[in-house]
């Protein structure tokens, strides 16, 4: 009685997709035109150029645009860019790829670049005293126990890693002019909640950096590390 069980075989052969009415007929329910997808490159090597990036990510897409920012004052570039591909398959494929992969003689950051407008993601913006509680787009962390060795390149260099870099301030002794040995970094919210969580705590210039979110002085919590601000001064 149990061989008489086993006659399935159509079956399975009704799973596999009816033919398509032409190659491109799968997506078509939901096919608008391919988005640009913008894409964030961090930690480049100084000699990594348009072409060099163009094509690196033209591997996997039509490059609409590759932007790579320069400082004003020296004209050097700034160690990241921006890659913008055509359609979302393209970007994600990029991202998945060349994320901490070795481009020239760095091992760069490869992640989607959101608009400042646009809100930090879920979870970012909690509603009680966690990080980002207010919700803004923009986070100041607040980046202690510096060495008085560290310049504001290096510093900044590292919080690239995880994303652009809107400002970084290292205060000054408005007598001595010397660094005080701390500094402000803003960043996009989710760039720096991934910034805080790698590098409170990690080695620069022989000290170990302690990170958090900076809150104005009128917030509270500043406490001894929590490093309140009020302004550039000078």
């Avoid at 913008?84 to 991202?95: F, M, N």
């Avoid at 000054?172 to 909640?193: C, P, Q, S, Y």
């Avoid at 705590?201 to 104005?216: I, M």
Wanted: hydrophobic content about 30%; charged content about 30%; proline content about 5%.
């Amino acid at each position: 009685t149990e061989s008489t069980k086993i006659i399935m075989p159509e079956r399975e052969r009704s799973r596999s997709p009816s033919p398509a009415k032409d190659g491109d007929s799968a997506p078509a329910d939901n096919a608008a035109p391919a988005e640009d997808v913008k894409l964030y490159v961090g930690n480049l090597d100084y000699d990594t150029d348009e072409t060099k990036l163009r094509e690196a990510f033209g591997a996997f897409g039509e490059v609409v645009d590759v932007f790579l920012p320069t400082d004003r004052e020296s004209g050097r570039p700034r160690g990241f860019g921006f890659v913008t591909l055509s359609g979302r398959k393209a970007a994600d494929e990029a991202i998945t790829k060349m994320d901490q992969t070795e481009l020239g003689s760095r091992t760069i950051r490869v992640n989607e670049s959101k608009p400042r407008g646009e809100g930090p993601p879920a979870g970012a913006a909690g509603g009680g005293g966690g990080f980002n509680a207010a919700g803004s787009a923009d986070v100041k962390l607040y980046v202690g126990n510096l060495s008085f060795d560290t310049t504001q390149d290096t510093l900044q260099g590292q919080f690239e890693k995880f994303g652009e870099v809107s400002d970084c301030f290292l205060p000054t002794d408005r007598e001595t002019g010397n660094l005080r040995g701390f500094a402000f970094v803003t960043m996009a919210a989710a760039d720096a909640e991934k910034a805080l969580g790698e590098l409170n705590g990690a080695e620069v210039d022989g000290r170990e950096l302690k990170v958090n979110e900076a809150k104005p002085k009128n917030a509270g919590g500043g406490g001894r590390g929590g490093g309140g601000y009020g302004g550039r001064g000078g």
